[in-house]
């Protein structure tokens, strides 16, 4: 999905932020190399999560 996203002009500026049950360290790599902007491992705090959307929106309103 992550370079589904990211190879599509329409979608590539949306930040990608992932909730998951896997907690294995590649997995977390693999996503961040394919452009995710955050890994939230569950169970997940939610005001981290509503933090982190935020901020994500924030700083794509900032981009050129």
Do not use: M, R, W
């Not at 999560?49 to 794509?60: D, G, L, Q, S, Y």
């Amino acid at each position: 999905i992550c370079q589904t996203l990211n190879s599509s002009p329409e979608t590539q500026g949306i930040p990608i932020i992932i909730i998951s049950g896997l907690n294995d360290l590649a997995d977390i790599k693999t996503a961040y190399k394919l452009g995710v902007v955050n890994y939230f491992i569950k169970p997940f705090n939610l005001n981290s999560v509503v933090a982190e959307i935020e901020n994500a929106i924030a700083n794509k309103e900032n981009l050129p």
